[in-house]
């Protein structure tokens, strides 16, 4: 990773400098800032359009949208790990990023075009979704290697923290940018949004200039590969506390809102109208939770910051099961639940995020970030299909309080691990 370049400012100028502003005069970082923002948007844009073209367009049912989200996240559970080992093996991962957002473009572009032919099908939006999702596995493996060239490690919170910010504020714009784009436009034409959106961060990516170093042949056999980047991330204490917490909590929470909307809708008697504010509370939550989460690490240190998003993440959902009484307290509870854990998942991410870049070796890093993503991708249909057994056989309101109390468990990964004792963070890998 490169220091602060030494032709903008002294190194004792920099060093004085608040984290922001130093960031603000990285021009590399503010173009892979600005293509994620848009990128960001777009998808945010996506996630209502695309479900909203296979049920408004195509008429789907239900075990067709089950189909299609599955077809979306297959290949993040089945691919990570193969295309992390791949990408390790490749030098310039730049090329990769700009590759993987202009086929998303040409995959998304594809649906407002065939449904202007009138030659949409729900085969065509399947192999959309999945093929989408197999570039996105590319890109987001590829993409903490472009990151630790562009921000300096004394950065690496603050910059973390932006990018989130980015999220969260596409979470709170993007699904009424989508519901008003499908309104005038119609479903698939507003994908066309997400298009536009993917070639504008291929435009910023491409004009990064980074020294992407060439690396050394490598002819390990693909399994000893595999083999290499599962031992680094599971002997390493702090790696491998960190993604068992995580996993733990995501394992859980997906058990919990697989039954969410329909407790809230049938059981709660919220309407789809305010049942979607709810959902933005945590947008706004988690958009002041990334600004904070900086200041709260240089207060407490980084290891406790990660170990109090664990529980302020989890905790706050149980006042879902807790709500009932008058329809104006069971809403409060809904909003404090969603917003506090909102804040509470950017206090867990950028931390753990941070952790994660600084520690992996750059010749393992798609490897290591493949493994985690294998883990803590693939617990997440497994805990949707808990959520649901569970919720017909016991009933959604016991459910909600097990998945919840679960959650809490990622806590227990952290006893003992020297993750609570992290004030800063740790020296960079080689």
Request: one cysteine or more.
């Amino acid at each position: 990773m490169r220091e602060f370049p030494i032709n903008h400012l002294g190194v004792s100028d920099a060093a004085a400098i608040p984290a922001p502003a130093r960031l603000r005069r990285q021009p590399e970082f503010l173009k892979l800032w600005t293509g994620q923002t848009i990128s960001v948007f777009g998808d945010a844009v996506t996630m209502i359009a695309l479900p909203l073209v296979a049920v408004l367009t195509l008429d789907a049912s239900a075990a067709q949208m089950g189909f299609l989200t599955a077809a979306g996240l297959a290949p993040h559970l089945f691919l990570s790990l193969v295309a992390g080992a791949w990408i390790d093996r490749r030098a310039q991962r730049r090329r990769i990023l700009v590759f993987s957002d202009l086929g998303r473009a040409g995959l998304l572009a594809s649906l407002p075009l065939v449904w202007a032919l009138d030659a949409l099908t729900l085969p065509h939006l399947f192999a959309v979704a999945f093929l989408v999702g197999v570039l996105t596995v590319f890109f987001d493996l590829s993409y903490s290697s472009l990151f630790v060239l562009v921000v300096p490690q004394r950065d690496i919170i603050e910059a973390n923290s932006k990018l989130s910010l980015s999220r969260s504020v596409s979470w709170m714009g993007g699904p009424p940018l989508a519901g008003g784009l499908v309104q005038a436009l119609g479903a698939p034409v507003a994908l066309a949004a997400d298009a536009v959106s993917f070639v504008a961060s291929a435009a910023f990516v491409f004009r990064i200039r980074v020294q992407e170093q060439p690396l050394p042949v490598d002819r390990t056999p693909l399994r000893r590969r595999l083999g290499e980047g599962f031992r680094f991330s599971f002997r390493d204490a702090l790696l491998r506390s960190s993604l068992g917490c995580v996993a733990t909590i995501n394992l859980f929470n997906f058990a919990f809102f697989a039954i969410f909307v329909l407790y809230a809708t049938e059981e709660l008697h919220v309407a789809p109208g305010l049942l979607g504010a709810v959902l933005g509370a945590a947008a706004v939550g988690s958009g002041l939770g990334a600004v904070a989460a900086p200041w709260v690490e240089r207060r407490i240190g980084i290891g406790p910051t990660f170990a109090l998003g664990s529980v302020l993440f989890p905790a706050p959902l149980l006042l879902v099961p807790l709500a009932g009484g008058p329809k104006w307290l069971v809403l409060a509870c809904l909003f404090a639940s969603e917003f506090l854990s909102g804040v509470g998942v950017m206090m867990l991410d950028v931390p753990a995020g941070s952790i994660n870049v600084v520690l992996t070796p750059q010749r393992l890093r798609a490897r290591a970030d493949g493994v985690r993503r294998f883990v803590n991708y693939g617990v997440r249909p497994i805990g949707a299909l808990l959520g649901g057994l569970l919720g017909s056989a016991i009933g959604l309101r016991p459910t909600l309080w097990i998945a919840t109390a679960g959650a809490l468990l990622g806590v227990v990964w952290l006893v003992g691990s020297p993750l609570l004792r992290l004030r800063e963070l740790p020296a960079q890998a080689a």
